[in-house]
């Protein structure tokens, strides 16, 4: 099912963060992370102890997505972060709804360095044979899987757009998007991913096979990854950590009146929401 593209103040939002299956987290960490396990269940059931493992910041989304879609499936989880303390952790909302859906979050280092905690993830998969969910792993082993899953999603957008804006953690959902507008033939002038944190041009391009050599821009937005940018267009809020942002850069640099598209990615749960859940 294709999430609907609306028209907010003369810019079209795709509302990939509509796609909340189970009524809470979403967007399309949602989506891989159920077909990847639809494709691995009686693997991970009979031969990783019905358990699955995924290193995340404390801040990132990606906890409550692996430990809710876990908890739907029957699959026990750990979250392993890092860079925090005990106190701290149980005050953040992301920890604490991972925690409510039945996630084993554990401190596993003194910093949140991803090879570090990559590292850690692998003793504890040493000791448990859980299954690593990590999408850094899983973009090479079952790229089609990986990038088709939300690819798909490219077919509603408007067949030519001036500008398409998305933000970009590490990129895989934006190499999704880049993979679609070839597969539909779109025909976009500009495509620009708007960092959160270090430039990711060269990481995104080692997403492809040589022979797709998909052409965009990459423009890091300096600031603070952790800190919240509350943003709302009309009656439905972005993503606090990443998307609020890109959508400022977009707002303070582009021309407004040509055609835009903003991809709306997934977003995070409010605080608020999360207090709601957690009742």
Partial sequence: MLTPVQKHNNIWYKRDDLYAPYGDVNGGKVRQTIKLFEKYYK?????????????????????????RVAKEFGFKSIIAVGGTKPDKMDKNWMMKVSKHYGADVRIVAGHGIDAVLQKRVSEIIDDNNYFNTSFSKWIYKEPDLMFDTNAAQVENIPDEID??????????????????????????????GVGIGPDRTKMIRGYFDLDFKPEFEFVPYKTSYSKPCIQKVDDFYLDDLYEAKAHKWMLENLDLKQNILFWCVGRRLLKDEVESICM
């Fill in 163 to 192: 500008t398409l804006v998305m933000s970009c953690g590490v990129g895989i959902q934006f190499a999704c998007v880049l993979k679609g507008l070839k597969k539909f033939n779109k025909k976009v002038k500009r495509i620009i």
């Fill in 43 to 67: 693997q991970i059931k009979n031969e990783h102890n019905n358990g699955v493992i995924q290193s995340v910041s404390v801040h990132s989304p990606t906890g409550s997505v692996i430990s």
